[in-house]
């Protein structure tokens, strides 16, 4: 099969189009031929140069949110079936860890980090791994679905608690995250402020359903915040960008006993803090790095039913384009996600 294998960190040029064994699936996992792959900052080009946490063993190829036509099963599987078609999560989990727990442990690894993902015609994971796509959304749909919106739910509904009548600050409101941040709280009851980076990102953020839009660009966001809230601030904060300058202040515009929720880090990851203002206002800050099964399956019936938008998908590339997707990926000029087609 063709795959993009990466045999050292590096830039974009270190991903290779090379011809590799197609796997073959073990005892418990699925053989899934590759529709659709998403291009991530974090997921994709942070591991490309070696600066996640998690450092992958050489060769190794890139993919964390595979969606696919399940073409073979190893023993013992029962579902998914052949001619399924599957959406994968990333996180393998470790045969000790109670369900619900997905979230906070990584069990045996990342699929995409600690094992080959999915930027390859095939891919084999666990079958438990393989969620079936419902028939009304389409394989790069249930991709960007897959990447973003259990994520989105398991933060606020299961670790902010945000509830019906409070109000919350989506940060990046127009990325795949936040999208599905600002879609959640609406479900939740909650109001939203979508906060963008320029004047266009901002209004798709109110596209998406956000009752109030800041540019945290050209405006002081927790000014901002604070006119719109009568002075009181927002009961939870969703932060998925970990800037110097805006973790700060969307810190700054949590009211009294607000929360933080955070799940990434693309913008540096090192950023200033309050501590007084942090035990003074009694404030929590949440980090979580996923989501368990129950919230897939949830996002799956919501995509499903229409009452959730997927995300926005700027292009989908062919898989020989790996490293222009990569470039452009990292030049931060596209709204919306990009897709790599192994088939295109």
Same mark, same amino acid.
């Not at 990447?147 to 299961?158: E, F, G, I, V």
């Given at each position: 099969?063709k795959?993009?294998v990466?045999?050292?960190?590096?830039?974009p040029e270190?991903?290779?189009?090379e011809?590799?064994?197609?796997p073959?699936p073990?005892?418990g996992?699925?053989?899934?031929?590759?529709?659709?792959?998403?291009v991530?900052?974090t997921?994709?080009?942070l591991? @490309?140069?070696?600066l996640?946490p998690?450092?992958p063993?050489f060769?190794?190829?890139l993919g964390?949110?595979p969606? *696919?036509?399940?073409?073979?099963?190893?023993?013992g599987?029962?579902?998914?079936?052949? *001619?399924d @078609?599957?959406?994968?999560?990333l996180?393998?989990?470790?045969?000790?860890c109670?369900p619900?727990r997905e979230?906070?442990? %990584?069990?045996?690894?990342?699929?995409g980090i600690?094992r080959w993902?999915?930027y390859?015609?095939? #891919?084999?994971?666990?079958a438990?791994?393989a969620?079936v796509?419902?028939d009304a959304?389409?394989?790069a749909?249930a991709?960007?679905v897959m990447?973003?919106?259990?994520?989105?739910?398991? /933060?606020?509904?299961?670790k902010?608690? $945000?509830?019906d009548?409070e109000?919350?600050?989506?940060?990046?409101?127009?990325?795949?995250?936040?999208?599905?941040?600002?879609?959640?709280?609406k479900?939740l009851?909650?109001?939203?402020?979508?906060?963008?980076?320029?004047?266009?990102r901002v209004?798709?953020?109110?596209e998406f359903?956000?009752?109030?839009?800041v540019n945290?660009?050209?405006?002081? $966001?927790?000014e901002?915040?604070?006119k719109?809230t009568?002075?009181?601030g927002v009961d939870v904060?969703a932060?998925n960008?970990?800037?110097?300058? $805006?973790?700060?202040?969307?810190?700054e515009?949590?009211a009294?006993?607000g929360?933080?929720?955070t799940?990434g %880090?693309h913008?540096?990851?090192k950023?200033? $803090?309050?501590?007084?203002?942090?035990?003074? @206002?009694?404030?929590?800050? #949440?980090?979580?790095?996923?989501?368990?099964?129950?919230?897939?399956?949830?996002? /799956?019936?919501a995509a499903?039913?229409?009452?959730?938008?997927?995300p926005?998908?700027?292009?989908?590339?062919?898989?020989?384009?790996?490293?222009?997707a990569? @470039?452009?990926i990292e030049?931060?000029?596209?709204?919306?996600?990009?897709?790599?087609?192994?088939a295109?």
């Open positions: 099969m795959a993009i990466l045999r050292e960190f590096g830039g270190v991903l290779k189009l011809e590799i064994e197609t073959e073990g005892p996992e699925v053989l899934i031929r590759v529709h659709n792959v998403s991530n900052l997921l994709d080009t591991v @490309r140069r070696g996640y998690y450092k063993s060769p190794h190829v964390v949110d969606t *696919g036509e399940v073409v073979a099963v190893g023993p599987v029962y579902r998914p079936v052949v *001619g @078609r599957a959406a994968v999560h996180h393998i989990r470790r045969p000790d109670p619900g979230a906070e442990d %990584a069990g045996d690894g990342l699929i600690h993902g999915g390859a015609e095939y #891919i084999a994971v666990p438990e791994n969620f796509v419902p959304l389409s394989s749909d991709c960007v990447r973003h919106l259990p994520t989105a739910r398991h /933060m606020l509904h299961k902010a608690e $945000l509830t009548g109000m919350i600050l989506v940060m990046g409101a127009a990325g795949g995250l936040g999208s599905c941040c600002i879609q959640v709280a479900r009851g909650a109001t939203v402020i979508g906060a963008a980076g320029a004047d266009d209004a798709k953020g109110i359903g956000a009752d109030y839009g945290y660009r050209s405006q002081n $966001l927790a901002e915040v604070m719109l009568d002075g009181k904060v932060e960008i970990g800037d110097p300058d $805006l973790f700060p202040a969307a810190f515009s949590l009294r006993f929360r933080m929720v799940a %880090a913008g540096g990851g950023v200033m $803090l309050d501590i007084s203002r942090l035990y003074l @206002r009694r404030i929590r800050i #949440i980090g979580t790095p996923g989501c368990d099964f129950s919230d897939i399956e949830w996002s /799956m019936e499903r039913d229409g009452s959730i938008r997927p926005v998908i700027d292009r989908i590339m062919p898989l020989t384009e790996a490293v222009a990569h @470039r452009l030049s931060r000029e596209t709204v919306g996600k990009i897709l790599l087609d192994p295109a």
